[in-house]
T-cell receptor
Framework: EAQVTQNPRYLITVTGKKLTVTCSQNMNHEYMSWYRQDPGLGLRQIYYSMNVEVTDKGDVPEGYKVSRKEKRNFPLILESPSPNQTSLYFC?????????????FGPGTRLTVT | AQSVTQLGSHVSVSEGALVLLRCNYSSSVPPYLFWYVQYPNQGLQLLLKYTSAATLVKGINGFEAEFKKSETSFHLTKPSAHMSDAAEYFCAVSVRGGSEKLVFGKGTKLTVNP
């Protein structure tokens, strides 16, 4: 089954404790992206990757890091989480973003930073 | 830069009534337009997309949207609401010719009353 998987689905952590949210897709997609969803703000892009070893900042990259060492994986790293990073996070992938191909979304990771 | 405005963060309809969710976009070049749906505790999934093939686009679950260039609109409609349509709906825009991002509106939460 074609899908985007994220782990963990739920995470409660404390300020400053490094964490990684994994994202994996099995569709051989070139483009991958991370979004955060907050009430009243919709989805905002954090980082995206056009291909392996190619990443770039989205609209809200502060406090986040990403890497793309393999085509299928695109982990999101929070080196020192803070309460304002409490949010619902989505990973997405697409065959290509420079066309009309749709993005496929993972199920989301709900992160709470206390 | 492209942007999307969704009018009404909450829309409430009765079961069997017309659903109309509004989306206006801003883009200096011909856009691709998308509607995504998010059911409770799930990721986003594509309802339909406009890629210039036809101005009236039909999607899944009986939804359709009409691209109106003169009004810069891409409103989503469904003739008869069903309880299972209760969800949050997001309009999104990308542009042809090299944009690396999909820009989302803030979302409209649809409630269907029995």
């Amino acid at each position: 089954e074609a899908q985007v998987t994220q782990n963990p689905r739920y995470l409660i952590t404390v300020t400053g404790k490094k964490l990684t949210v994994t994202c994996s897709q099995n569709m051989n997609h070139e483009y991958m992206s991370w979004y955060r969803q907050d009430p009243g703000l919709g989805l905002r892009q954090i980082y995206y990757s056009m291909n392996v070893e190619v990443t770039d900042k989205g609209d809200v990259p502060e406090g986040y890091k990403v890497s793309r060492k393999e085509k299928r994986n695109f982990p999101l790293i929070l080196e020192s989480p803070s309460p304002n990073q409490t949010s619902l996070y989505f990973c997405a992938s697409s065959l290509s973003i420079i066309t009309s191909y749709e993005q496929y979304f993972g199920p989301g990771t709900r992160l709470t930073v206390t | 830069a492209q942007s999307v405005t969704q009018l009404g963060s909450h829309v409430s309809v009765s079961e069997g009534a017309l659903v109309l969710l509004r989306c206006n976009y801003s883009s200096s070049v011909p856009p691709y337009l998308f509607w995504y749906v998010q059911y409770p505790n799930q990721g986003l999934q594509l309802l339909l997309k406009y890629t210039s093939a036809a101005t009236l686009v039909k999607g899944i679950n009986g939804f359709e949207a009409e691209f109106k260039k003169s009004e810069t609109s891409f409103h989503l409609t469904k003739p008869s609401a069903h309880m299972s349509d209760a969800a949050e709906y997001f309009c999104a825009v990308s542009v042809r010719g090299g944009s690396e991002k999909l820009v989302f509106g803030k979302g409209t939460k649809l409630t269907v009353n029995p």
